[in-house]
């Protein structure tokens, strides 16, 4: 009986330690994830902060924008190419393309950055995006984005954070 008493609280214990081995993951998933963020949110201040006094900061929904319903661009470089064009006609904005992707990754190219979320799971770029809509708000700076997505959902959050 003693035996059989220890091998169910061994039991217990593995699973305790396998419940805990996976929260350890996932919070450290969510903390490198966090960390990616805040490095490109201080990327995109930055190019806010340095926008000319016309200028408007424009973060376009990427996956959306190519995946969605409506989409605007076959693939990344149309969607880049497009960004481009509108820097051609509205010289003081910046494009910002924020992408989902497993690494967390960005480049710029004149007035074009591209980013990726870098983690795992559904609409990090939309959460992202609201995150950084709520820095610029408190910034007083929310005047000068505007965000291009064609996701009912999403423009729904983008809007209650403006409208705040």
């Known amino acids: 009986m003693i035996e059989a008493a220890r091998l169910v ?38 190019d806010l902060a340095a926008l000319p006094p016309d200028g408007r900061l424009v973060i376009i929904d990427g996956w959306n924008m190519i995946l969605g319903a409506n989409r605007v661009a076959r693939d990344r470089a149309e ?57 610029a708000r408190f910034r007083g700076d929310l005047r000068r984005v505007e965000v291009r997505t064609d996701d009912k959902d999403f423009k729904k959050e983008v809007k209650r954070i403006c409208a705040s």
């Open 79 to 135: 969607l880049v190419a497009q960004a481009r064009a509108h820097i051609a006609e509205h010289p003081s904005d910046f494009v910002w393309i924020v992408l989902d992707g497993p690494k967390a990754a960005s480049t710029v190219e004149g007035r074009v950055r591209v980013s990726y979320t870098g983690g795992t799971g559904a609409h990090r770029a939309d959460k992202f995006i609201c995150d950084f809509l709520k820095m």
């Open 9 to 46: 609280r061994v039991r217990e214990l593995q699973t305790a330690l396998t419940k805990a081995a996976a929260e350890n993951l996932r919070l450290r998933t969510e903390n490198d994830m966090l960390s990616a963020h805040l490095d490109l949110a201080v990327l995109a201040a930055g």
